[in-house]
Nanobody
């Protein structure tokens, strides 16, 4: 199992930047595909970005492509989401998640953090 704790959320103006972090417990972080998902008020949770175990593969939702960058540091058991050019529609609770399944099978993300709130003011 892996325990995940997100940090870095907050209030930012449109056009600004934030970096989210996801710290994982345990010695097997490098074995998990990792991802960031988000849930906006009144909406379903949606995929934002995923990264493979080594970091070689990264996929992004169209809505964040070119603005967000996912990364991981397996030596530090930490994953990141650099969010630039933020828009009001990026306002959501952001969750990090871990999966032992295929990278693009978002239903196989079994372990979740508690979430960190990002609010973008226009």
């Amino acid at each position: 199992q892996v325990r995940l704790v997100e940090s870095g959320g907050g209030l930012v103006q449109a056009g600004g930047s934030l970096r989210l972090s996801c710290a994982a417990s345990g010695r097997t972080f490098s074995r998990y595909n990792m991802g960031w998902f988000r849930q906006a008020p009144g909406k379903e949770r949606e995929f934002a970005a995923v990264i493979s175990t080594s970091g070689a593969l990264r996929y992004y939702a169209d809505s964040v492509k070119g603005r967000f960058t996912i990364a991981r540091d397996n030596a530090k058991n930490t994953m990141y989401l650099q969010m630039d050019s933020l828009k009001s529609e990026d306002t959501a609770v952001y969750y990090c998640a871990a999966s032992t399944g295929p990278l693009n099978d978002y239903g196989r993300f079994d372990y979740w953090g508690q979430g960190t709130r990002v609010t973008v003011s226009s």
